[in-house]
């Protein structure tokens, strides 16, 4: 977006990362079609979503009350409440927010959990790509688990630093992201901060046909020295590409070859549990963390 450059700290011992620095203001980082995709990339994308959501149904209860914060299409709260829970969302701006109430038919709200009441009234909260976005995790994690009855259920949708996909990529991974991506979890990582917060993981699941097997084709794009995340934003209709027409269609060309075996190595990691993004089920405790 910009041109400068951010590295990652890690640790050695979890896993953990933080992008550095963490910029004063986001605004400049987020392109005004940021998850805008074309007519094809949506149909595919809300397919999947709603896919997705109907598996957490099979294993929620019927109903309740449910906060998904950053909402971003609206898809997924749209399909909680058509599934029989009172549902509401949040996201960061007015127009993004707009957007997902219009989208999901629910309300949406700007801001962050400051805006519900520091009482435990949420039978479910949904994090679908956002705990990523914070810059502050542990606090937010302990903010949600106060809202949170005893028995309820944290849903995280998150980036595997991890993973092969990652392992393979380096600083070319689809998914670090910098510098939207504030932080970076492996699966001990997140496992933790849960546990400090108050939660308990229940489960944690690599399957994603949504973000794994594309996350294959643009690192691998990006690894090549093609223009980053291009494919990303000819998806969705980005006019700023400094890529000329050939390039574009050759990057295009070599992206179903580089599809098919993304999607057998996306196979291959979940098995293995190192695919690139991970669907973490998580129970509140009977006494949440600070």
């Known amino acids: 977006m910009t041109g400068e450059r951010f590295q990652i700290l890690q640790c050695r011992r979890c896993g953990f990362a933080m992008t550095d620095p963490v910029p004063v203001s986001m605004d400049p980082y987020y392109p ?29 209860p019927n109903s309740g009350v449910a906060l998904e914060l950053g909402s971003g299409t609206g898809w997924m709260l749209r399909a909680l409440r058509e599934r029989g829970w009172l549902a509401l969302g949040s996201e960061r701006t007015v127009a993004a927010a707009a957007a997902a109430r219009d989208a999901a038919g629910a309300p949406v709200f700007v801001g962050d959990l400051r805006a519900i009441r520091d009482e435990p009234v949420l039978d479910l909260v949904v994090m679908f790509h956002v705990l990523e976005h914070l810059a502050d995790p542990l606090t937010a994690l302990a903010a949600v688990a106060r809202r949170v009855k005893p028995g309820g259920t944290l849903i995280l949708g998150i980036p595997n630093i991890a993973s092969w996909q990652a392992r393979f990529a380096g600083p070319f991974w689809m998914h670090l992201e910098v510098p939207r991506h504030l932080c970076h979890f492996s699966p001990d990582a997140v496992e933790r901060a849960l546990a400090t917060s108050g939660f308990r993981v229940t489960r944690i699941d690599f399957r994603s046909f949504e973000h794994d097997p594309f996350g294959w084709v643009q690192s691998t794009l990006d690894r090549l020295g093609f223009e980053q995340s291009l494919l990303v934003k000819v998806l969705a209709r980005m006019q700023d590409r400094r890529s000329d027409v050939l390039t574009t269609v050759v990057a295009t060309l070599l992206a179903i070859p580089l599809g098919a075996l993304g999607l057998v190595l996306a196979l291959a990691s979940w098995r293995a549990g190192a695919g690139a993004v991970m669907e973490v089920w998580a129970t509140r405790e009977d006494r949440p963390a600070g």
């Open 32 to 60: 005004a079609r940021y998850r805008r995709f074309n007519a094809l990339a949506a149909f595919v994308l809300r397919r999947l979503y709603l896919r997705r959501v109907d598996g957490w149904h099979a294993r929620l």
